[in-house]
Nanobody, 126 residues
């Protein structure tokens, strides 16, 4: 089992920045790929970003590419998502997830991830 706890969400004006953190405990964190997903109000959950177990590969949704940055620190059992140039359409509950994902075409799929956090709310005002 891996337990994940997100933090860092909040209310920010358009154009602002936030850094989301995901603290992991339980099984060896470095064994798992990490993903960030979000669920906007009234909409389905969607992929945001992912990072391989080593941190050597990263993947982004087109809607956030160039604005968001995913990273991880395996020594600290932490994953991060830096959100820059925020837009009102980025408003959502953001979830981190961990899974044994190895193939590049699978990082985008929520069902590839076995463990999920409880989510943190990000609200961007216009």
């Amino acid at each position: 089992q891996v337990q994940l706890v997100e933090s860092g969400g909040g209310l920010v004006q358009a154009g602002g920045s936030l850094r989301l953190s995901c603290a992991a405990s339980g099984r060896t964190f470095s064994n798992y790929a990490m993903g960030w997903f979000r669920q906007p109000p009234g909409k389905a959950r969607e992929f945001v970003a992912a990072i391989s177990w080593s941190g050597g590969s990263t993947y982004y949704a087109d809607s956030v590419k160039g604005r968001f940055t995913i990273s991880r620190d395996n020594a600290k059992n932490m994953a991060y998502l830096r959100l820059n140039s925020l837009k009102p359409e980025d408003t959502a509950v953001y979830y981190c997830a961990a899974g044994n994902v190895y193939y590049s075409d699978r990082y985008y799929r929520a069902h590839e991830y076995d463990y999920w956090g409880q989510g943190t709310q990000v609200t961007v005002s216009s």
